[in-house]
């Protein structure tokens, strides 16, 4: 167990380092939904989110939408335990979604390579959706080699190790409230 009002915390043999607390988060997340919420007004979007990572994110961004959202989730398979992508990816769950004609945005909590959302923007294609767009908390210009970056980015960030928030080190982490990375001690 840790305490997480302190700065520093350990997970598992990793230290991290307090990066971005939970008001910072939500106050960022409201900007987010407003946006959204004005490009698509009138247009009931279907939200894809997806798992595990980005259920906070979610959970926090559909309570902000006016926008009488569907929501739909996914599960890509990636990273594993470890802490760098590892570039294969496979639909694990949400095959079944119907996205032909709707207006999609694709919910992420990281975007890193790009390589995950950029194959599943791919599977979405072939289903001809009307419009679909990326929402992600956080983005890692500097890892970034997919082809279109997230359309609306909480957070652009240096490549670290962040846990926290829904994201995780070898499943453990996601219930933190704020944001961590990997601290350099
Ligand atoms: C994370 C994140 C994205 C992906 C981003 O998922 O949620 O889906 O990695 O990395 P990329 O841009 O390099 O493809 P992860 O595989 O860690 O699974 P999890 O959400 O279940 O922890």
């Given at each position: 167990m840790y305490i997480e009002s302190t700065q520093l915390i350990s997970i598992r043999d990793k230290q991290f380092e307090m990066f971005i607390p939970e008001e910072q988060i939500l106050a960022r997340v409201d900007e987010i939904a407003t946006e959204?919420?004005?490009a698509y007004a009138e247009l009931r979007p279907l939200l894809i989110v997806v798992l595990n990572g980005a259920f906070l994110f979610a959970a926090d961004l559909v309570r902000r939408l006016t926008v009488q959202p569907e929501v739909q989730f996914i599960r890509i398979s990636t990273y594993g335990d470890q802490m760098i992508s590892s570039e294969t990816a496979q639909?694990?769950?949400g095959m079944e979604i119907e996205v032909?004609?709707?207006?999609?945005?694709?919910v992420e909590?990281?975007?890193?390579?790009g390589y995950t959302t950029d194959?599943?923007?791919?599977?979405?294609s072939q289903q001809s959706p009307k419009s679909v767009r990326?929402?992600?908390l956080l983005f890692k210009p500097d890892n970034y080699r997919g082809t279109q970056a997230p359309d609306f980015i909480g957070f652009s960030i240096a490549p670290?190790?962040?846990?926290?928030?829904?994201?995780?080190?070898?499943?453990?982490?996601r219930e933190l409230r704020g944001i961590y990375r990997l601290s350099a001690n």
């Amino acid at each position: 167990m840790y305490i997480e009002s302190t700065q520093l915390i350990s997970i598992r043999d990793k230290q991290f380092e307090m990066f971005i607390p939970e008001e910072q988060i939500l106050a960022r997340v409201d900007e987010i939904a407003t946006e959204i919420n004005l490009a698509y007004a009138e247009l009931r979007p279907l939200l894809i989110v997806v798992l595990n990572g980005a259920f906070l994110f979610a959970a926090d961004l559909v309570r902000r939408l006016t926008v009488q959202p569907e929501v739909q989730f996914i599960r890509i398979s990636t990273y594993g335990d470890q802490m760098i992508s590892s570039e294969t990816a496979q639909i694990l769950l949400g095959m079944e979604i119907e996205v032909e004609d709707r207006d999609v945005i694709i919910v992420e909590d990281i975007v890193d390579t790009g390589y995950t959302t950029d194959f599943f923007r791919e599977h979405l294609s072939q289903q001809s959706p009307k419009s679909v767009r990326l929402a992600s908390l956080l983005f890692k210009p500097d890892n970034y080699r997919g082809t279109q970056a997230p359309d609306f980015i909480g957070f652009s960030i240096a490549p670290d190790f962040v846990v926290g928030y829904g994201m995780d080190y070898a499943q453990q982490g996601r219930e933190l409230r704020g944001i961590y990375r990997l601290s350099a001690n």
